[in-house]
């Protein structure tokens, strides 16, 4: 159940709830509220912080004791740090401290989004938002399948101040937020064995039921007729048949047009080129961009977006079996260029590029695609930074702000064309593996580059944040649901970029050096 969230103007010291959080910045600097609780410990609050060695701190939280003088049963403080520094992430991890503080309390008040000018980095709607996320993802646990774990109690969050009317508006789509967030996190989280592509189809339906989002799903034959190949190819080694999912949501005087595209592969056993047992075992979290996709795209009416958004998920089981594509075979992708496949763990680049290629072919004015895509970003960035690539430095600058916004890092990496040869083939338009063994997350972009025509791209490699290895503040171990919250950023602050100059020349040229006539690397014409 989500967490409702109510305004109070009630002195902190009158409210009634199972706990009262407080937020105390390095000094330390005791925030609103605090005065309640030194009342009630009669003048002894700073002692006590002294004794207990509690200085404030991110991340430090203390209970207090209240000798039942406070309406609160139980009062905690909330470590945040230096409030010159406090930002929006600032307020999501101290959001998931009192979610952590509150795991048997039912109800929680906490005077945090009321710090105002003492924190003058933060603007309080922003703060409202943050905190409303934090507190949401930081009580989150993925319990479906835990038979002794107890679930936390906590049900609703009382924010008190006087706020102003922005404060309400701002905790529900800071709720709302988070709530696509977490079912991004339980859907990765899902065992593959209980997610097969039709599954995942058949629960994105259902999440976007009545929220203004249409959803096309593609089997069997729409496949083979929409000349899918790399969905087909990589599909074709499962019992469990791909899908291709396309979701539209057109508001009334739509502006703009965004296209959303992500990698879900519901489970990477690596096929033929088959993963160790090891490498397997998180690879149930190979279809984090397609969850990220889908779950931002169910928040997009109720945030008010204007642009016309456009979701493009290819869902396929990548397994080794006597029907699985072979290294050496070549598939066709949807805009006739011809795949070399030699190692068929590089899978997700070959169901992109059929995404992008339908992508590009609605001429949105700009597109975005997330994968977990390659080790080799994780060497590169670490587990937690997305490696940011693209063809548009306009275009790649407005997906930086908006990961920025939203908390989630991105870096950028480079796509050098002095690399593009390592993709070329003897016997196809191109390999999708380079012949080198370094820069495995560029020449993976430098592939998914050959398959966008005319139209500004960002490519996120979400393969390091997708998943987290152990709990960090509003972050637990498993799916993260990273992207989610860039991805909203980015649709409620939508500005055309610019077309990009000479991209089609690009391709022409490209294909005129594998002597292929352009003819061929056309997208072939509409059914
Ligand atoms: N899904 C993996 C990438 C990955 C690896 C994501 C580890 C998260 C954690 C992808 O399909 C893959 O296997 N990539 C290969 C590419 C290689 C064969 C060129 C890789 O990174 O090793
Ligand atoms: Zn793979
Ligand atoms: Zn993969």
């Known amino acids: 159940m989500p967490l409702s969230f109510r305004t109070v103007t009630t002195a902190a010291g009158q409210v009634t709830a199972d706990l009262l959080a407080v937020p105390v910045g390095t000094g330390p600097a005791l925030g609103p509220g605090a005065d309640a609780v030194d009342d009630a410990l009669e003048g002894g609050l700073r002692a006590f912080m002294e004794e207990a060695g509690f200085e404030g701190k991110a991340g430090q939280t203390l209970a207090v004791p209240t000798f039942g003088r406070l309406r609160a049963a139980a009062a905690v403080l909330v470590g945040i740090g230096e409030l010159d520094e406090l930002d929006a992430d600032g307020l999501r991890r101290a959001g998931a401290s009192v979610a952590r503080a509150a795991k048997k309390a039912k ?32 009580a989150y646990r993925f319990l479906k399948y835990k038979g002794d774990a107890e679930a936390g109690r906590l049900e609703r969050v009382i924010v008190v101040g006087k706020g102003g009317t922005r404060i309400a508006p701002a905790l529900e789509r800071g709720a709302a937020v988070a709530e696509a967030v977490v079912w991004a996190r339980d859907i990765v989280n899902e065992p593959a064995g209980a997610k097969s592509p039709a599954a995942f189809a058949d629960a994105a339906k259902r999440l976007l039921r009545g929220t203004g989002v249409t959803v096309k799903v593609l089997s069997g034959a729409d496949l083979k007729a929409q000349k899918l190949g790399g969905v087909l190819g990589v599909g074709q080694g499962s019992d469990n048949p791909p899908r291709f999912v396309r979701l539209t949501y057109n508001p ?61 998920v290819p869902m396929v089981e990548n397994m080794p079996s006597g029907a699985a594509i072979r290294p050496g075979d070549v598939l066709r992708i949807r805009n006739g260029k011809t795949v070399e496949v030699l190692n068929t763990d590089a899978e997700g680049r070959l169901i992109l590029a059929d995404a992008l290629s339908l992508a590009s072919e609605d001429k949105p004015d700009a597109v975005v695609d997330l994968a977990t895509l390659t080790g080799a970003c994780m060497v590169a960035l670490g587990d937690k930074v997305a490696g940011l690539m693209g063809n548009d430095a306009v275009w790649t600058d407005q997906v930086r702000a908006a990961a920025d916004r939203a908390g989630e890092p991105v870096w950028p990496l480079p796509l050098p064309s002095e690399y593009r040869k390592q993709l ?3 016997v196809a338009d191109l390999r999708n593996i380079g012949t080198g063994s370094y820069g495995g997350a560029l020449t993976a972009g430098l592939f998914l580059r050959e398959f966008v025509d005319g139209v500004p791209w960002a490519h996120l490699d979400i393969a390091g944040p997708a998943r987290a290895g152990s709990d960090d503040g509003y972050i637990a171990k498993g799916g993260t649901g990273f992207g989610v919250r860039t991805l909203v950023e980015l649709a409620t602050g939508f500005t055309k970029p610019p077309k990009p100059k000479g991209a089609a020349k690009a391709t022409k040229k490209a294909a005129k050096k594998s002597g292929k006539a352009t003819k061929k690397s056309k997208r072939p014409k509409k059914k």
């Open 107 to 138: 109800s929680v008040a906490t005077t945090i989004v009321e710090l105002g000018a003492d924190a003058p980095k933060l603007e309080p709607a922003d703060a409202a938002q943050a905190f409303a996320e934090g507190v949401s993802l930081g």
């Open 252 to 312: 009334d005087g739509a502006k703009g047009s965004l296209a959303l595209v992500g990698k879900g592969v519901v489970f990477d056993s690596g096929g033929l080129s088959l993963k160790t047992s090891s490498g397997m075992e998180t690879m149930k979290t190979d279809m984090s961009g397609a969850a990220a996709v889908i779950a931002a795209m169910s928040v997009l009416s109720g945030a008010g977006v204007k642009t016309k958004v456009v979701g493009y």
């Open 424 to 426: 070329e083939s003897e």
